[in-house]
């Protein structure tokens, strides 16, 4: 079966430290994202790629970057890491509108 | 920017009771999505809605969307203690494309048996 994965599940880093989320989908879709999620705040779009080379910034794209290399890929990367990233980040794909986001299991990362 | 918001921000039921949960849009919806999440897990897909006045039902939990209203209801009938978790709404991003979703902040059930 199709299905999106992301690891590590869990990561302790440093503050300072460059930190690189994977995000692994076998759908074949164009359409990959990934999201943070806070109490208080829900899910926040950070990036996100309508294709190979294609990237876009979210809504709190600050401290982020992501590149897409490859159609099932699309890592994120922490260029350097800060207490205020701590967070459950979510990456997704989708094969276009209205179809539905696919969501991977979550990542924690913890900065301290 | 759009923004959807969920009420209530959290809810607990006796296990038989019925319950709604809302969305509410700044904007014109374009498509409303229900999704579920248990404590440290991704999200489940629910429904899909897409069209005012659509209704969609999957076991004992029923959407509907009131476009003009830009709103949209989460129904569960006779709730179990499998129900609970975090429902999230998620609508297509106002004049966005291509799957670009916003969430609301989530409304936190729980089902006392």
């Known amino acids: 079966d199709a299905e999106i994965t992301q690891s590590p599940r869990h990561k302790i880093t440093e503050t300072g430290r460059q930190v690189t989320l994977a995000c692994h989908q076998t759908?074949?879709?164009?359409?990959m994202f990934w999201y943070r999620q806070d109490l208080g705040h829900g899910l926040r779009l950070i990036h996100y790629s309508y294709g190979v080379q294609d990237t876009n910034k979210g809504e709190v794209s600050d401290g982020y970057s992501v590149s897409r290399s490859n159609t099932e890929d699309l890592p994120l990367t922490l260029e350097s890491a800060a207490s205020s990233q701590t967070s459950v980040y979510f990456c997704?794909?989708?094969?276009?509108?209205?179809?539905?986001?696919?969501f991977g299991n979550g990542t924690r990362l913890t900065v301290t | 920017s759009q923004e959807l918001e969920q009420s209530p921000q959290s809810l607990i039921v006796q296990e038989g009771k019925n319950l709604t949960i809302n969305c509410t849009s700044s904007k014109t919806l374009y498509g409303l999505y229900w999704y579920k999440q248990k404590y440290g897990e991704g999200l489940i897909f629910l429904m899909m809605?897409?069209?005012?006045?659509e209704e969609k039902s999957h076991e004992k939990i029923t959407a509907k969307l009131d476009e003009k209203k830009q709103q949209s209801s989460l129904h569960i009938t006779a709730s179990q203690p499998s129900h609970a978790g975090i429902y999230l709404c998620g609508a297509t991003n106002y004049g966005g494309s291509q799957g670009n979703l916003i969430f609301g902040k989530g409304t936190k059930l729980s089902v006392k048996p």
């Open positions: 997704a794909s989708s094969g276009g509108t209205p179809e539905r986001l696919h």
């Open positions: 809605l897409q069209k005012g006045g």
């Open positions: 759908w074949n879709h164009n359409n």
